[in-house]
């Protein structure tokens, strides 16, 4: 029987797609493949999504080069071209293709309130383990019934196409949900850092009260403030190290414990690579201003 998916398979060269495990919904086309289809420009009619489990060949998209990544999701708009570049010798060759309907993925994005228009290469998104999970969901329903339920296919497809739309950062309701959290995460650790920047503050410590990664916070905290967490903590000690400094009678070593530097030593060197100077010549030169 015929399906909406059968002129990007006819695409594909048969030895390759014989040994390709395939799984095909109303919206929606699964494809795992053991192998890429090296050399040859393939162009798409649907959405295709790639989720790379290694790291894949090189490839030329639209005529620039991309070196695509291991655990990251990529997405070509209809109509975009790609070719996959050959690689000699034997590499680990672990992905899933996923091609969607333009219109059931638009209709989708629509609803939700999104901007109908994508971008040709989209890429570097990490994928979700929600993404995962109903992709095996999908293909379960397959692999397990000699009638798949349609009602039960569509409804995972759906699911499928939101969660990808939110792996890539396209639904505009959760990225408002989500950048209200992330102002909320780097406040929190701003005034965590600010309360106990006198003591050995870690990412790790920050981030196990705020409830949050190392990984995750560590982006988003430099999104917003344009600096990492170890800058911050770093200038503001030096910064609360010079209003200590303004006071002649405490010791360069009693401030750089206060200040919460390992000891005079690390605080004269962090403070001259910052300030160009060291605490006791930047305290001599308070003297001679007044």
Same mark, same amino acid.
Not at 218 to 232: D, G, H, L, M
């Given at each position: 029987m015929a399906n909406r998916f059968d002129d990007f398979i006819e695409k594909i060269p048969k030895n390759i797609h014989n040994n390709t495990r395939t799984f095909i919904g109303e919206n929606i086309a699964v494809f795992i493949p053991d192998t890429y289809v090296f050399n040859k420009p393939l162009v798409n009619k649907d959405y295709h999504f790639v989720i790379f489990h290694s790291s894949p060949p090189l490839a030329i998209v639209n005529n620039k080069e991309y070196q695509f990544k291991n655990g990251t999701l990529l997405c070509m708009s209809p109509g975009t071209e790609i070719t996959v570049k050959f690689i000699k010798g034997k590499v680990p060759i672990k992905y899933v293709a996923i091609n969607i309907d333009s219109g059931f993925l638009e209709n989708i994005l629509t609803k939700i309130g999104g901007n109908k228009?994508? /971008?040709?290469? !989209?890429?570097?998104?990490? @994928?979700? @383990?929600?993404? +995962?999970?109903? +992709?095996?969901f999908f293909m379960q329903e397959f692999i397990y019934l000699d009638y798949p339920s349609k009602i039960i296919i569509e409804s995972i497809e759906t699911q499928i196409v939101i969660q990808l739309l939110r792996d890539m950062g396209l639904d505009p309701i959760v990225n408002k949900i989500n950048r209200s959290q992330e102002k909320s995460y780097v406040e929190q650790a701003i005034k965590y850092i600010e309360s106990y920047y006198n003591s050995n503050i870690t990412i790790n410590e920050i981030c196990n009260t705020i409830y949050i990664s190392p990984?995750?916070?560590?982006? !988003?905290? /430099?999104?917003?403030?344009?600096?990492?967490? @170890?800058? @911050?903590?770093? &200038?503001?000690? !030096?910064?609360?190290?010079? &209003?200590? +400094?303004?006071?002649? /009678?405490?010791s360069i070593n009693e401030i750089a414990r206060q200040c919460g530097f390992l000891s005079g030593g690390h605080f004269s060197t962090v403070f001259k690579k910052k300030e160009g100077q060291t605490p006791s010549e930047y305290r001599s030169s308070l003297k001679l201003k007044k």
């Open positions: 228009k994508i /971008k040709p290469v !989209i890429h570097d998104n990490q @994928y979700s @383990y929600k993404t +995962l999970d109903l +992709l095996e990984c995750h916070f560590q982006r !988003i905290f /430099k999104n917003a403030t344009n600096k990492t967490p @170890y800058q @911050y903590i770093t &200038e503001f000690r !030096i910064s609360k190290s010079k &209003e200590k +400094l303004k006071d002649g /009678k405490t």
